[in-house]
């Protein structure tokens, strides 16, 4: 079945960029997802690129996506407090999404 | 705010009981989608309703129903509780039914079993 894997935490100081990873492992995913989860809140959609894809740009968000390695990556520039989150990298199932286990950023002020 | 509501917030029950939770989608949407947040099984997908019909299962245990009705709005009843059943429960909904392309996630029920 699916795996996807991210490491737990991050930490960073604010200004700087904060990059995220998640390996995947169903090469056939069309799409592959960011989510952020702030305390107590839902799952807000962040981004989203296609498989055929390399990177994705959104405003201070970048998508890297290297399919040969199945490895995704979110890049957060000028990493503010209010990035303080858990973000969770997820690829499309047939009919669901399947999660990774969420990366805790840390911003330090 | 993603136009998906859950209700309740919270809820705080005891072993053996049933509760039901509740979640409309987004105006529009016609898939609900069900999933399981705890802390040792990270997030996970339940089960997925398209048009009144079920679409997909994915972990849900059989004590575990849902439905979706008429209206689109969707309930998921979990009874014979258990004290890992506590866990945040989350709904999504999305235009299509299959595909999944994108999920809008309600702000979730935290249940606690007692």
């Known amino acids: 079945g699916e795996d996807v894997e991210q490491s737990l935490f991050l930490s960073v100081r604010e200004g700087d960029s904060s990059v995220i990873n998640c390996t995947y492992t169903d090469s056939s995913s069309t799409y592959l997802y960011w989510y952020k989860q702030e305390p107590g809140a839902g799952l807000q959609l962040l981004t989203y690129?296609?498989?055929?894809?390399d990177m994705k740009q959104d405003q201070r968000l970048t998508v890297l996506l290297n399919k040969k390695d199945k490895h995704l990556s979110l890049r957060i520039a000028d990493t503010q407090t209010g990035d303080s989150a858990i973000y969770f990298c997820a690829e499309m199932g047939a009919n669901n999404l399947f999660f990774g286990t969420g990366t805790r950023l840390t911003v330090i002020p | 705010d993603s136009g998906v509501t859950q209700t309740p917030k919270h809820l705080i029950t005891a072993t053996g009981q049933r509760v039901t939770l509740r979640c409309s989608p987004r105006s529009g949407d016609l898939s609900v989608y069900w999933y399981q947040q705890s802390l040792d099984q990270g997030l996970q997908f339940l089960i997925q309703y398209y048009n009144g019909e079920e679409r997909a299962k994915g972990n849900i245990l059989e004590r575990f129903s849902a439905q979706q009705f008429p209206d689109l709005h969707s309930e998921l009843n979990l009874s014979s509780l258990e004290l890992g059943d506590s866990a945040l429960y989350f709904c999504?909904?999305?235009?299509?039914?299959?595909?999944?392309?994108?999920?809008?996630f309600g702000p979730g029920t935290r249940l606690t079993v007692t």
């Open positions: 999504a909904s999305s235009v299509e039914g299959g595909g999944a392309f994108e999920q809008y």
């Open positions: 690129i296609f498989s055929n894809m």
